[in-house]
């Protein structure tokens, strides 16, 4: 493994546990805060237990977050060094902000964690949405960095150099919206389906049935509602890429000539060295509608971009079709959720309705990781795009194999510790929380 290598394949691991771990600091706040919310109205001490239960996990997730986030922040600068010297007066200012967010809630978690009958009840709530209001503008602001990278703005490139920079607009770039609006979405079905298929699996084992069947409702209400939301936040953010970076959609896409009544692919194989998909279903102008809302008006294909220029197009269709595949499945899922809940609530308690759901558990975290590696595989050779490549920002020190494999290492580990603990608090539940 060359160090070019090394150093992409470390950021891609770190990326890929620390994604996990944001998205579940964003969102576990915000259903203990609805949880808690419901125990001061109803007085129900059901929803006290699972407010106190989920806490621990935003507890440990929280701290998980802080040290796979850390390490991140360390690792654009060590990896990174010609990408930070020219990017980090450009877009600084979202992590600078982050960090300000990030702070705000540590702070708020320390309130709420130890302020039970401490503190007015409507303060100590509050102190639970800062939690989740800060860490949901946290992964907004970061997502903004991402973006800036997909869509550069806020500067002008003359002769080589960075002139008349303007933060506020490199923050506020094309993309920065359509972007922020997908992953918080994904983040809120992955993290939804994610808790409710825990309580469902120990409702299926007839385990403190009331407690899990509430804190179920809670998390698959909004996880459903994301899902089914979901391919509308994804067509906005295809639309932006068609416009800022057509190389990727036609990658996504593995679109690999240009013609009017552009086809969409489902599924299939690329076969790059033939220019063409095996064994994928062809949809006539059907590309052409979704990006530009009529059948006939051609797409940008592979064969209009340089092929120096190009990603790689077997990686970033086979993601980007597994993101799309785990989408539609977690959105009937959701609609099937509404259906019981509205119409057939005998299906509630049925164990096929469980274990669909118990079944899906994993899924939008699979999407998610799907996503960013559309993201960012769909952005090479750049780092920076069309300014920059990964290549020329890479770090000239020796020896990066050896930090891919220590920090491979550390991440393992950490998630080991986070499923233990998790494993070991869901155990604890009865014990503690159910008398």
């Not at 237990?49 to 991140?72: E, H």
């Amino acid at each position: 493994m060359n160090d070019f290598i090394a150093a992409r394949s470390q950021m891609a691991i770190s990326l890929g546990f620390h994604i996990i771990y944001s998205c579940i600091g964003m969102v576990m706040p915000v259903f203990m805060a609805i949880s808690h919310y419901k125990w001061i109205k109803t007085g129900d001490h059901v929803y006290k237990n699972i407010t106190q239960a989920w806490s621990k996990g935003v507890a440990i997730f929280f701290a998980t977050g802080a040290v796979s986030g850390t390490i991140l922040s360390f690792e654009l600068g060590l990896l990174w060094p010609r990408f930070m010297e020219h990017a980090g007066p450009i877009f600084g200012m979202p992590f600078s902000l982050e960090g300000v967010a990030f702070f705000i809630e540590a702070i708020a978690l320390g309130f709420f964690l130890y302020g039970w009958n401490r503190f007015n009840k409507w303060f100590h709530w509050c102190t639970g949405i800062m939690v989740g209001v800060s860490g949901v503008i946290s992964g907004i602001l970061v997502v903004s960095a991402n973006s800036w990278m997909n869509n550069p703005s806020g500067f002008d490139f003359v002769n080589g150099q960075y002139q008349n920079i303007d933060p506020i607009k490199a923050m506020f770039n094309g993309s920065w919206f359509s972007e922020a609006l997908h992953m918080t979405i994904a983040a809120f079905a992955a993290t939804g389906f994610a808790v409710a298929g825990i309580h469902a699996l120990m409702i299926y084992r007839r385990t403190n049935i009331q407690f899990h069947t509430k804190a179920f409702k809670i998390a698959i209400v909004f996880g459903a509602v994301a899902a089914i939301l979901q391919p509308f936040s994804g067509d906005i953010s295809a639309k932006n890429a068609a416009k800022n970076q057509p190389a990727k959609l036609a990658a996504m896409e593995a679109y690999y000539h240009t013609v009017p009544y552009s086809p969409l692919v489902i599924g299939g194989i690329p076969d790059t060295a033939n220019k063409k998909v095996n064994y994928g279903i062809e949809i006539p102008g059907l590309l052409s509608f979704l990006v530009h809302d009529n059948f006939k008006e051609e797409v940008t294909g592979l064969d209009k971009i340089p092929a120096k220029n190009q990603p790689n197009v077997m990686v970033t269709h086979l993601a980007f079709e597994l993101m799309i595949a785990i989408g539609s499945a977690m959105m009937l899922a959701g609609i099937i959720y509404f259906i019981a809940l509205w119409k057939k609530k005998s299906w509630l308690t049925k164990k096929w309705f469980l274990k669909l759901f118990i079944l899906s558990t994993p899924l939008g975290f699979i999407a998610v990781e799907a996503g960013w590696t559309v993201t960012e595989v769909g952005r090479q050779p750049w780092i920076i795009q069309g300014i920059m490549r990964t290549s020329q920002a890479v770090t000239p020190m020796p020896g990066i194999s050896y930090s891919f494999y220590l920090f491979t290492a550390v991440y393992f580990t950490l998630s080991v510790a986070v499923v233990f603990l998790l494993m070991r608090q869901i155990k604890m539940v009865s014990k503690l929380y159910v008398h």
